[in-house]
């Protein structure tokens, strides 16, 4: 037992000093002068709505004796503007990088890093140099307006780094109009949108504040929601667009105007609101160079309120098609957003291609988050889907290019005029059809010269239509009878029933010796046509009694108003009544 114990405490004492060896040597790897950071470039750049890109141009210098690598750089600023965090970009002149954000700033907890991960690994050997951009995007939450005309922005004033840098350059890329500039920061504030620092201390850590003062509407503080780019591509080559943008404002003041970016070359601007109604004010072109043009709205955006609109235009179709027989290549990389100087928050671009016209190899298509191709009969559309655009999309071309080819056969021009001949085809075969279907009958035309009636007719209408109006006149009394209670309800019923029935073959008789009376013809037909119309109006009139009464008895017409209506409707039925007494009594001349 104590030989073993004896052999541990040996072997320990053995194993002790290479262990702090190992040690020793692999911290002096991790933090040796392998490489140097002898320049950055911080530029920081203010969008139109308020949105802040910065821009680290970081030159790399190697300086290891032997042959070493690094597989990755981090990068980060302080803590504070972490949650303002948008987008990274990493890249050099030829290709992008691949960017790991929020992660550990080698135990700095003040900080909000991002680590830059080569595609291969950088040869850090002594001389060898590199030059690569960092490109960060933040929110507009970090500029606000103080108080018309003046501004300020929270930034870092330095990127921070893991290790020294030998000199470091920043510039604020400010509008021309911007005067009154000062920045205020820990190492002493400065009146100009440049300044310099050498031997910039690694984790450096620097808030800053610029504050300016601004005339012109040359930056807004807004969000763009949605911007949705629909570009659609006729049979015959001519090409339109649309942009309809959805947009929130933070300003603390009324958005009168907002200047836009459109695709190059584009020409017959109009602006529209989310109704489909034309502004009053045509766009009017900013800057030739990105097609920047400037939308005069017809209602101004309130403070914090949200608006639609619409912006329509017209593309040149030698600038975007190249035909080469059935086959077209159609340039999309102009379409993509390019020269915004604002940043968007969900974007699409739909290209919708002639009727008739096929996609070729649409799986191709790699650009943007994710993509769609919509097909219904005679059409195909491809859309584009793509979040947080903004000028970061588009720092390498090869990135932003995207070309699509698809086959039209030009017959399909004539696809819709076919379809409107065989519609009209079809109608004027219809109209056709109609004309020469078989004649109805001529119908036998009734003499208007009065054929002679018996007396004994006339007088048996007379009689019957008095013996009708004798009997509606007696069922009224035995209604208002047994609603007084004079009546015994048995015998009401039987007297009611009695006096319907007999009414009921009245009205039939009557309505035969009316038809005898019409066919007759002249002024017995006139007689009838006079007696019919009396006798709707006194039904008419009845049925508005008996509405107005429910009426009172509910409340919903005032006593005056019903003693007027019930006037005006009795009024109506005495001069029904009398005309028809009228007609009866000149019935009755004819029989003497």
């Not at 690094?70 to 302080?78: A, E, L, N």
């Not at 929270?154 to 500039?181: G, H, M, Q, R, W």
């Not at 040149?316 to 999309?332: D, R, T, V, W």
């Amino acid at each position: 037992m104590k030989k073993k114990s004896l052999t541990l405490i040996i072997l320990t004492l053995i194993l002790l000093p290479t262990s702090f060896l190992f040690v020793s040597q692999s911290v002096k790897a991790e933090h040796s002068d392998d490489y140097f950071i002898t320049n950055v470039n911080h530029e920081i750049t203010i969008l139109y709505n308020g949105y802040i890109i910065i821009n680290d141009a970081i030159n790399l210098v190697g300086n290891a004796s032997q042959e070493a690598t690094i597989k990755s750089i981090k990068i980060g600023f302080p803590f504070q503007y972490g949650a303002n965090f948008l987008d990274c970009q990493a890249y050099d002149v030829s290709q992008t990088f691949n960017v790991n954000v929020n992660v550990p700033f080698e135990g700095h907890m003040s900080f909000y890093a991002v680590e830059v991960v080569f595609p291969e690994p950088l040869n850090i050997t002594k001389g060898k140099e590199y030059t690569f951009n960092v490109g960060f995007i933040l929110s507009n939450n970090l500029f606000y307006m103080i108080e018309t005309g003046k501004f300020v922005l929270d930034f870092p004033a330095y990127p921070s780094l893991t290790k020294p840098v030998a000199n470091c350059s920043v510039k604020l890329n400010l509008p021309e109009s911007a005067t009154n500039i000062t920045i205020v920061k820990n190492d002493g504030n400065v009146n100009t949108a440049q300044y310099f620092k050498e031997n910039l201390s690694a984790f450096a850590y620097y808030p800053a504040n610029l504050i300016f003062s601004l005339s012109e509407d040359k930056l807004q503080l807004f969000d763009v929601e949605e911007l949705k780019r629909e570009i659609t591509i006729s049979g015959l080559g001519e090409i339109s667009g649309s942009d309809s943008y959805y947009i929130i404002s933070k300003m603390s003041k009324e958005i009168a105007a907002i200047e836009v970016v459109l695709p190059p070359n584009a020409s017959i601007v109009g602006a529209y609101d989310q109704f489909g109604r034309k502004f009053e004010s045509t766009p009017s072109l900013v800057d030739a160079e990105t097609n920047r043009y400037r939308i005069a709205l017809t209602l101004p955006v309130e403070s914090y309120k949200s608006t639609r609109f619409t912006v329509k235009y017209s593309l040149p179709s030698q600038n975007y098609l190249n035909a080469q027989g059935e086959n077209s290549e159609f340039n999309c990389s102009s379409l993509l957003f390019r020269n915004i100087d604002y940043y968007v928050k969900q974007s699409s671009v739909s290209i919708l291609l002639p009727e008739g016209a096929r996609l070729r190899a649409p799986e191709t298509v790699a650009y943007a988050d994710s993509f769609s191709l919509s097909r219904n009969v005679f059409q195909e559309a491809l859309t584009l889907n793509m979040q947080g655009v903004s000028p970061l999309n588009n720092i390498l071309p090869l990135k932003s290019n995207l070309q699509i080819i698809y086959t039209y056969n030009p017959l399909w021009l004539s696809f819709r005029p076919t379809l409107w001949i065989w519609a009209l085809s079809l109608l004027g075969c219809a109209i056709v059809l109609f004309w020469k279907r078989p004649k109805a009958a001529v119908p036998v035309t009734v003499p208007t010269i009065a054929v002679q009636l018996s007396p004994e007719t006339i007088k048996s209408f007379v009689n019957s239509y008095e013996e009708k109006k004798r009997i509606i006149s007696e069922l009224k009394s035995l209604e208002t009878g047994a609603r007084k209670g004079k009546i015994p309800r048995r015998r009401y019923k039987v007297r009611k029933r009695t006096l319907e029935t007999r009414l009921s073959a009245l009205s039939r008789k009557l309505a035969e010796y009316k038809e005898k009376m019409r066919v007759a013809g002249g002024k017995y037909a006139d007689l009838m046509r006079q007696l019919e119309v009396a006798e709707t109006e006194i039904n008419e009139v009845e049925a508005n009694i008996r509405s107005i009464k429910m009426r009172h008895r509910r409340g919903d017409l005032s006593l005056e108003a019903y003693r007027k209506l019930l006037s005006d409707y009795e009024h109506r039925k005495e001069r029904a009544e009398t005309t028809i007494n009228g007609v009866l009594l000149r019935l009755r001349e004819d029989i003497r």
